[in-house]
Every structure is written in structure tokens, then in C-alpha cells.
């Protein structure tokens, strides 16, 4: 079911940063990110984009980018899992030091890349692009989109204490250390892997970079268009509450994340 689109070339030492997207019917808006992603000054990096079953050409142009850009890596993965999945599938297939994920549809400007990158050079165990960090700014939203945004950060803030310590809980765009990643129970579900990174750094220092949320002008929204998002959000922190839970109990070995049904 899951389809790598070409082996990895081996070129010696691996790529430092890995930057992950998910993408859902994004031709619209994937030249223009990539284009902009390969012009920034970074250390080798690679580009990882896990393809949910997007019908509107963003699988053949990601094949055809792949054959002239051998630092991308597509996964074409068939059927929506949602953006939690999704990334937790693109992470696994990472190889950098640091990683960093953003949405493709270009309301992440990946200009703010380097910066968080450099954050994490400095030792930060997970860096957020925060909308309400200096020169941060959530940008023009409808009353709907601001309500469940603030609805979703009161619930993260309630539930859990490491979302108490950035000022963007529910930020999309972050950054980590590769070495610090659990792979996820693959039946989760939810929209917020931002939440998980924070539980599973518990104790190490979280920096923020401020970015510009953009508007959306290309292609159509799927995530926070309705209240079920409410409702999946709210799940998805009882489960990183869990996990947040199970590390305390016993804090250094690898293992599988805690079962959604028990
Ligand atoms: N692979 C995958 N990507 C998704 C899925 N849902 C949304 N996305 C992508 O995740 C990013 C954020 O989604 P978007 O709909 O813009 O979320 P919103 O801005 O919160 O409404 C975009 O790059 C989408 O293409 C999904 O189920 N699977
Ligand atoms: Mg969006």
C-alpha cells in the first residue's frame, strides 16, 4: 500500500536537515514551495512530501520533479490519514539531524527555515514557528478559522503542561531533532503532531521563530473547515497526554506509543 517513489541515492553522508510535507491536492501549490524550499541557503537537506492520493496532479508532478531533483523523496501513500499520519510516515523515512515540517500550501512561508534550523544548531530541542512570536502574525483569518484556533490552543493549554511553555501549541510549522522522535501508534489520528513533539521533549528547551500565517490562494482547505476537527484535536491531546504519561514512567527506552483503545 505504501510506495516509495525511487530508492534513495546513496551520495556518502546523509542530508543534515530533512524537511517533511503532506500534501492533499497541492499542485497548485508545490512548484512555487519547492522552488522556493531548493533556493534557500541551508546545509544539506533533503525533501520528503507523503502524497495522501491527491487527484489533481500533484503525484505527476511530484514524479517528474524527482527526476530532475534527486534531493526529493515522494511517498504516494493511497487514501487520507490526515496530516498527523501522514508526517509521522515522512519522518520515519528522514535521515537528517534536524527536521522540520511545514503544510504545503504555501501559508507556511519557508523562508523562516534557516532561522529555525539555526535554533536548532544552537541546542533548542524543538523550535516552533509561532503566529505570536516577534514579527509573528496570524494574518487575515475569517471569525471561523480564529475560533477554532483559539478553541484548539485552550485545549491544548488545559491538557497539557508543555503546551503551556510556547506561545503557538497548535503551530503547524516546527522543527526537531531527528533522534527524539517515537513513531507514532500507526491508528492515530489528528492534525496536531506539534503536540507529540513537545511531549516527547519534555525537559529539553523549546526556542520560537515568528512567521506570517499567509492566506491560502491556491487550492482548497481540509482541515480546519469544520467543528470535527474540534473533536479530533480534542483526541489527539488526550493521546499525547498519554504519551506524555508513559515517558514519565520510563523515560529513556524506544517503544511503540501507548494503544488508542485501552
Ligand atoms: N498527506 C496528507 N496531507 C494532508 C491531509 N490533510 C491535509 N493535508 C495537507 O496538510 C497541509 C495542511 O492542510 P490544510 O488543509 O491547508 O489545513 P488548514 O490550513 O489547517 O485548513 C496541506 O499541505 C495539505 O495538503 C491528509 O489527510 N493527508
Ligand atoms: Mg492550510
Redesign the pocket.
Known sequence: MIRTEAAPIDRGPGPTVSIV??????RG?LPELLDRIFRLNLPPFEVIV?????TDGTREFLSEYRRREDRIRPIF?DG????L???GQGIEATRGEFVIV????L?HPPERIPPMVQELEKGAGVVVASRYAPGGSPGTRTVF?AMISRAAEGIARAFLREAREVSDPVS?YFGFRREIFLPLDPRYRG?KLLLFILVMNRGRRFSEVGFRFEP?TR???????TFA?VRVFLIETLLARRLGRVLQREPVTRRPTPDPTG
Do not use: P
Open positions: 510535507l503532506a500534501t492533499l491536492n497541492e501549490n507523503v502524497d495522501d492520493g491527491s501513500h487520507k490519514q490526515t496530516t499520519r501522514a508526517q511545514l503544510d504545503a500550501d501559508q478559522r503547524g492534525y491560502r487550492g482548497a482547505s481540509k482541515v480546519t473547515q476537527f
